[in-house]
């Protein structure tokens, strides 16, 4: 299975991952020719989550909250004024979410609610 992440269901994406024998997270995202720091900072958190260590979910939502990129963003006139605050905010949802191909489509879908 593939599932895309962010912080927002980040503790849900290794929730879902847990039971696999392998697991390869990929820290996709980009700023100019550096990966995104927010991306790596997920996927330390996920990674973190998955072998049992310690895990601050506080210390990786505040990293992205106060990363110069968030500056940079909170400044932009494309940005929604509240983006930053809402993608730094660690497990807001309780689910994961899997891709998949539909009729030639990649499709994005939340998985169950394990808590339902």
Do not use: K
């Amino acid at each position: 299975p593939v599932f895309v992440s962010s912080l927002v269901v980040a503790s849900a994406t290794a929730a879902a991952v847990a039971d696999h024998e392998e697991v390869t997270i990929v820290a996709s995202g980009i700023a100019g020719w550096e990966p995104a720091a927010e991306d790596e900072i997920c996927a330390n958190l996920i990674s973190e989550l998955l072998i049992g260590g310690r895990a601050d979910r506080a210390a990786a939502g505040e990293a992205v909250a106060t990363h110069e990129r968030a500056r940079y963003l909170r400044a932009a006139t494309f940005a929604h004024p509240d983006d930053v605050r809402l993608c730094s905010q660690v497990d807001r949802f309780s689910f994961a979410m899997t891709v998949a191909e539909s009729n030639g489509l990649v499709v994005v879908s939340p998985t169950a609610d394990p808590g339902s």
